[in-house]
């Protein structure tokens, strides 16, 4: 079956650690994307990439980073500078080109203790 | 930047009632999609829908571009279709185009 995972579920983790979130596809997309949801909000952007080996700045960058070294995966690392990183995170991808239809992930729920 | 603008915020509907979302967006855009998020949190991908009407069994979504503002229309609901439904626009930038999300409408569909 084509489409979008994200590992894990669900993640704790303790206060001052870094944490990454897998995004792997399969649907030959050449963008990705990630976005954070909080409780009663809409998703805003974190980071994106149109192509491997290349990323962007989203809305809300701060406290996390990102890498593209393969098509089908788009890593995100909450790192400890996030001040408020206990959130829902959901990866998303794209055939590249403007304005194309995004499909996404299940999400991670990242909870920090 | 862009603002989007999803009403009502919540809804609260009986079994079988026709109800209207609505997403108004401040700038001219390249595209719109409506989502669907289950309880579970998945985004479901209802429409793609720049401008005109689409219609896909009880949903149906029109986009008036020109004056900025979609409706996605729900008829006959059912429980299933409790969750939130957002709007989101397409903007174009030199580093690719990018996703922009209203708040959401809550839609509630008691039995």
């Known amino acids: ?113 | 930047g862009i603002q989007v603008e999803q009403s009502p915020p919540d809804l609260i509907l009986q079994e079988g009632a026709n109800s209207t979302l609505r997403c108004n967006f401040s700038d001219s855009v390249n595209n719109l999609q409506w989502f669907h998020q289950n309880p579970w949190g998945q985004l479901i991908n209802l429409f793609y829908i720049p401008s005109g009407t689409k219609q896909n069994g009880r949903l149906s979504a029109t986009t008036v571009a020109t004056e900025r503002y979609s409706l996605l229309y729900i008829s006959s609901s059912q429980t299933t279709d409790s969750g939130v439904y957002f709007c989101a626009v397409y903007l174009e930038e030199t580093s690719g185009s990018r996703l922009t999300f209203g708040e959401g409408t809550q839609l509630t569909v008691n039995p």
């Open chain 1, 1 to 113: 079956d084509g489409g979008i995972t994200q590992s894990p579920k669900y993640l704790f983790r303790k206060e001052g650690q870094n944490v990454t979130l897998s995004c792997e596809q399969n649907l030959n997309h050449d963008a990705m994307y990630w976005y954070r949801q909080d409780p009663g909000q809409g998703l805003r952007l974190i980071y994106y990439s149109q192509i491997v080996n290349d990323f962007q700045k989203g809305d809300i960058a701060e406290g996390y980073s990102v890498s593209r070294e393969k098509k089908e995966s788009f890593p995100l690392t909450v790192t400890s500078a996030q001040k408020n990183p206990t959130a829902f995170y959901l990866c998303a991808s794209s055939r590249q080109g403007a304005n194309n239809e995004q499909f996404f992930g299940p999400g991670t729920r990242l909870t920090v203790l």
